[in-house]
């Protein structure tokens, strides 16, 4: 049976996509060409920001001091699911070397990038975790060199986001925001290196900047607005699901929310509770909820498990919660989310913030294609191979055998000069 929509979203008028690649473009250019003068112009125009650019070593090394000290063993104990998990990541891909023929060897090899700009969101939130998530990651990869940019506020860098990516591994930080801070970091501006792959979430003006740039600069992914999709039956707790969707339209207004159930008492029961919880958080936040799920929230009525599985897998979600029964049977049948999130005693809340895995994940369902940010972003693999000289006859006649039927004789002759005589010269001997 079809799908039932208890609520749909009307979703939101066009941005103004071609309006935003025009402006990312011609700032672009002009920050090419004027290079750090035009960053400090942006910065004071766009951010209000007119004190220095790069933050002092001593200022990232003593940040922690600004703050509780609870906090500062919270971001630690963050950092440390962060570092332990990136780790596992690095250690199960691995190096090798294989003897495909006799004499015929190839391999792999995992090569650290030389430098990763790492960007921070500003704007309505301190974006601690965004900070840990990205810089720990590249570090755990092997990079050498770890730049970050974020947005200064009218105080500067909030210090618990100065101390997060001082923990996590960046010795150089630039208080730039939006195309400039991309920019910066992928031209290495003010005294640090050019980026060889940007990573981390940022507005449209930010994704579109690092789509414009990708070709020469490596990117993690383009990302749109932040999604969550929770997938729940008889089973689920309403408070518990209402209170999760009400999180992630925290984020704002463009933030997509879905909920679908097979158990209508429980779509209904959570339809109530949305409204009521997101008028309970201060605002900001509340304006934020609430136009998120007026918006983009949709809730809907599922036939099976079967039914919800496949709608999450043409929706490709960036975040999928599963609150239902047989987490095990979840974990094997979904094929397409940034990150999974199995059982109630789990939240999105918990992978943003602190539980280990990396919250930089594919959005706008790209998540049919791709995962999400981690330690293969900062890492090239690359390949080799050698010949001995008990591989050459077949190697060599296969090879320039196929290169003519191509029509490339100089390929051809190629292969067959490692040959003694080669064949195309015996003719002439």
């Not at 925290?250 to 109530?272: I, N």
């Not at 919880?277 to 799920?293: K, Q, T, V």
């Not at 809340?349 to 998540?367: E, Q, R, S, W, Y």
């Amino acid at each position: 049976m079809p799908v039932t929509y208890l609520k749909t979203a009307p979703g939101l008028p066009p941005e103004g996509a071609a309006d935003i690649k025009d402006t990312v473009q011609i700032m672009l250019a002009r920050l090419r060409a004027g290079g750090e003068e035009a960053a400090r112009d942006y910065a004071r125009r766009l951010d209000g920001w007119q004190q220095e650019v790069v933050v002092p070593e001593a200022s990232l090394a003593r940040a922690h001091r600004a703050l509780p000290v609870t906090l500062v063993e919270d971001i630690a104990y963050a950092h440390a699911n962060i570092r332990a998990f990136a780790e596992a990541q690095r250690g199960s891909v691995q190096e090798f070397e294989v003897e495909l023929r006799p004499g015929l060897r190839a391999g792999q090899r995992l090569i650290p990038v030389d430098c990763a700009g790492c960007y921070v969101p500003g704007g309505r939130y301190a974006h601690i975790a965004s900070a840990l998530m990205t810089v720990t990651t590249a570090r755990a990869a092997g990079v050498a060199q770890v730049v970050a940019a974020t947005p200064p506020g009218p105080e500067g860098i909030p210090p618990a986001v100065l101390h997060a990516l001082h923990l996590a591994g960046a010795r150089r930080v630039l208080a730039l925001g939006g195309v400039q801070g991309i920019a910066a970091l992928a031209f290495g501006l003010f005294g640090g290196p050019a980026a060889d792959i940007l990573a981390g979430p940022g507005n449209a003006y930010v994704a579109e900047a690092k789509r414009q740039l990708f070709g020469p600069v490596g990117i993690d992914m383009v990302a749109g607005p932040t999604d969550v999709m929770i997938l729940a039956d008889a089973s689920a707790d309403p408070q518990r699901v209402a209170a999760d969707l009400v999180a992630q339209a925290e984020h704002g207004a463009t933030s997509p929310c879905w909920l679908v159930t097979t158990h209508r008492p429980l779509a209904e029961a959570v339809l109530a509770l949305v409204p009521l919880l997101a008028e309970a958080l201060p605002e900001p936040n509340r304006a934020a909820a609430r136009a998120a799920w007026a918006q983009m929230g949709e809730v809907m009525l599922a036939a099976s498990p079967e039914e919800m599985a496949d709608l999450a897998d043409r929706y490709a979600p960036e975040h999928l919660h599963v609150m239902a029964a047989d987490p095990g049977w979840w974990r094997g049948r979904l094929r397409a989310y940034g990150s999974l999130f199995l059982g109630a005693e789990t939240t999105v809340a918990f992978g943003d913030k602190a539980a280990g895995p990396n919250h930089v994940l594919p959005t706008g369902g790209a998540a049919r294609h791709t995962g999400g940010l981690s330690v293969l972003k900062f890492l090239k693999c690359v390949t080799w191979q050698q010949a001995a000289p008990a591989a050459l006859p077949e190697l060599a006649r296969a090879s320039a055998a196929i290169s003519r039927a191509e029509g490339m004789e100089g390929h051809a002759r190629s292969a067959e000069a490692r040959l003694v005589p080669p064949p195309h010269l015996r003719a002439c001997g």
